[in-house]
């Protein structure tokens, strides 16, 4: 199939420089497994789970199968004031993969409704319990938490940030960035150690300045996924965890690249054995085959919210979407859990993501502009220097050069990141691997 059979005039890209890309589109057709088809019939490797989704790899039968019997059974039932069997189902399967108390699921369709439906909850909970004063919400700088205005205004990521800060929420702080280039410049499956306390900055200036009693909540990705991997501080999430209940703050881990087995466990709160209040998620839990997303929210907060004096009638929570709990989206997501357990997908992710490490470590050290490596779970990244005055344009290059040559990374501002599915072989792991390598020398 050439690129003229397509009309390119009506669909505006997401997150991608359109002009270029109209130039010398990217287009897929297919994808099985590890790998996608593009339209003029070439193979490209999957080195991204597709914007970090496709955990048990392309077109996995059970998945497809689940997803074909449901429309067949039920297609679509009206989320509010009536539910349907598979969201029930979904929920309960949720609640017993996250940790601690977080057992009750708010579904939703995306990461970014996730997030703002979590920054809801936090003040909806304060003010069923009579602190309605707590409004004020701490992200991190580099956070990411999608496009909606609550987390874009929680976000940390400038480009995101810049065009819109006009209408960001009103009370909104950050916390400082965890990424030290000199001591922890390279990193290996292991968590960076500071010098300082950087979380002293929490205690010592942010919460004074706008009083702890007036914080609803702080939330963090446990590990900064679209900021280009960047790996929390020895400690820090406990310590984070211990601030917040010393002060009745809630702690809210976005867990939309951590969660269901990126680091090798169900999600970035076990494998750093922090419990949050609010958990929220959306990629991999349908396989990226259907858009589903949703908070895990701890016991304490659904009980608060329902014990209220309104009469029973009257809704508790004044919050949903149409397509909450999407029957066909919550039988995707039972057949990926069930896929993903099945093939113990969770443990290979965190196997084969020490190969990955090894692999980016022994191969990226010491090429041309390389200044950081990072790795943990099935994910890892290299950071280049950016070129004078045109930051992210190495990257971009060579994400580019990388496609053309059948390797799907992700740029991230000059940090080039790989984070395949689970199912991922150490020859698809050398393939991206030495493609990204000799694109990397080729645009020194
Ligand atoms: C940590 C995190 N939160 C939220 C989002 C937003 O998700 P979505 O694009 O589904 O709205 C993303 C997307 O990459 C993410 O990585």
Request: with cysteine; hydrophobic share 45%.
């Given at each position: 199939m050439a690129t003229t059979d397509f009309n390119m005039d009506n669909h505006w890209l997401p997150f991608t420089p359109n002009r270029a890309f109209k130039k010398a589109p990217r287009i897929f057709v297919g994808a099985d497994g590890m790998e996608f088809t593009t339209h003029d019939g070439r193979k490209v490797v999957d080195g991204i789970s597709s914007l970090w989704c496709v955990g048990a790899g392309h077109n996995r039968k059970p998945i497809n199968e689940a997803i074909k019997k449901q429309l067949d059974t039920l297609d679509y039932a009206t989320a509010f004031q009536a539910s349907n069997d598979q969201a029930f189902k979904a929920a309960e399967m949720i609640a017993a993969l996250a940790p601690g108390d977080l057992n009750k699921v708010l579904f939703c369709n995306s990461g970014s409704e996730a997030a703002d439906t979590a920054l809801k909850v936090a003040l909806a909970y304060h003010r069923a319990r009579g602190e309605g004063h707590r409004t004020v919400f701490i992200g991190r700088e580099k956070g990411y938490h999608g496009v909606g205005f609550g987390g874009m205004s929680v976000g940390g990521i400038p480009a995101n940030r810049k065009v819109f800060g006009s209408a960001f929420l009103p009370r909104v702080d950050h916390l400082r960035f965890i990424h030290d280039p000199v001591n922890n410049a390279y990193i290996h499956h292991q968590e960076p150690e500071w010098q300082e306390d950087i979380l002293l900055e929490l205690e010592n200036r942010i919460l004074p300045l706008h009083d702890p009693s007036n914080v609803a909540a702080v939330i963090v990705e446990p590990v900064a996924g679209s900021a280009g991997w960047y790996l929390p501080p020895k400690g820090y999430l406990k310590r984070l965890r211990e601030i917040c209940d010393k002060h009745g703050i809630l702690l809210i881990f976005d867990e939309v690249i951590t969660g269901f087995g990126r680091?090798?466990?169900?999600?970035?709160?076990?494998?750093?054995?922090?419990?949050?209040?609010?958990?929220?998620?959306?990629?991999?839990?349908?396989?990226?085959?259907?858009?589903?997303?949703?908070?895990?929210?701890?016991?304490k907060l659904y009980e608060a919210m329902m014990k209220t004096d309104a009469p029973e009638h009257v809704i508790e929570f004044f919050h949903g979407y149409t397509?909450?709990?999407?029957?066909?989206?919550?039988?995707?997501?039972?057949?990926?859990?069930?896929?993903?357990?099945?093939?113990?997908?969770?443990?290979?992710?965190?196997?084969?993501?020490?190969?990955?490490?090894?692999?980016?470590?022994?191969?990226?050290?010491?090429?041309?502009?390389?200044?950081?490596?990072?790795?943990?779970?099935?994910?890892?990244?290299?950071?280049?220097?950016?070129?004078?005055?045109?930051?992210?344009?190495?990257?971009y290059d060579i994400f580019v050069d990388c496609f053309n040559n059948g390797s799907l990374v992700r740029p991230a501002g000059d940090v080039l990141v790989i984070a395949p599915p689970y199912i991922v072989e150490k020859s698809h792991i050398d393939r991206l691997v030495n493609t990204l390598a000799d694109s990397i020398r080729k645009h020194a």
């Open positions: 680091l090798g466990t169900n999600f970035g709160a076990d494998f750093y054995g922090v419990v949050p209040d609010m958990l929220t998620f959306a990629k991999c839990v349908t396989n990226g085959v259907i858009p589903l997303g949703g908070v895990v929210c701890r016991d397509y909450s709990g999407h029957p066909v989206a919550c039988a995707a997501a039972i057949a990926t859990l069930e896929l993903l357990q099945k093939e113990a997908l969770f443990q290979r992710a965190g196997e084969m993501g020490k190969v990955l490490g090894d692999a980016f470590h022994s191969t990226f050290k010491g090429l041309p502009n390389v200044i950081g490596i990072r790795s943990m779970g099935l994910a890892a990244a290299v950071e280049l220097a950016p070129i004078a005055g045109s930051p992210g344009k190495r990257a």
